[in-house]
T-cell receptor
């Protein structure tokens, strides 16, 4: 367990508004990830980070940006939310053997 | 992109029965991970596999890393009601992880 927390756990917002989701870990893991989970698609990688200020795109990165200013925090930003970004968002951190540990998720609804 | 095919998509079984599910990829993996997810929760790691042919157990769960390195199997013996959930396989052909679409397991008491 990487002691991963996410905030907020639930959010409802309107189309066009910016949204930031926060992920916090307590185990000093180097790699962190943001996924979205949608019915029929499973978990898909949005962005990941391999260190402070080091990030890279995943499979579904369009419309999302990330930042990592401290090892323990990884932020996901939707600059202008759209209805297609309604989803459940999970953060994960990778342990020393490449195993991933997940946070509890954030349910985002864009109206 | 990378595809992970997981089967079956869903299973309905009687309590006490054994369960088998598998996952295949279109490329070679160096790691296979199996997760369980319950409603409203994040995936929880069950078993991690790191080399071809490896067989690893975690209580009533046993997973194997296929010798072709393109597949993996998860077995649950003597199922109980708390086994209900969605089981995912996952693996990294590189820095990114890919996940199967899951096997939904229902255990009928």
């Amino acid at each position: 367990d990487a002691g991963i927390t996410q905030s907020p756990r639930h959010k409802v917002t309107e189309t066009g508004t910016p949204v930031t989701l926060r992920c916090h870990q307590t185990e000093n893991h180097r790699y962190m990830y943001w996924y979205r989970q949608d019915p029929g698609h499973g978990l898909r990688l949005i962005h990941y980070s391999y260190g402070v200020k080091d990030t890279d795109k995943g499979e579904v990165s369009d419309g999302y940006s990330v930042s990592r200013s401290k090892t323990e925090d990884f932020l996901l930003t939707l600059e202008s939310a759209t209805s297609s970004q309604t989803s459940v968002y999970f953060c994960a951190a990778a342990g020393p053997y490449n195993e991933q540990f997940f946070g509890p998720g954030t349910r985002l609804t864009v109206l | 992109g990378q595809q992970l095919n997981q089967s079956p998509q869903s299973m309905f079984i009687q309590e006490g029965e054994d369960v088998s599910m598998n996952c295949t990829s279109s490329s070679i993996f160096n790691t296979w991970l199996w997760y369980k997810q319950e409603p409203g929760e994040g995936p929880v790691l069950l078993i991690a596999l790191y080399k071809a042919g490896e067989l690893t157990s975690n209580g009533r769960l046993t997973a194997q890393f296929g010798i072709t390195r393109k597949d993996s199997f998860l077995n649950i013996s003597a199922s109980i009601p708390s086994d209900v959930g969605i089981y995912f396989c996952a693996g990294p052909p590189g820095n990114q992880f890919y996940f199967g679409t899951g096997t939904s397991l229902t255990v009928i008491p």
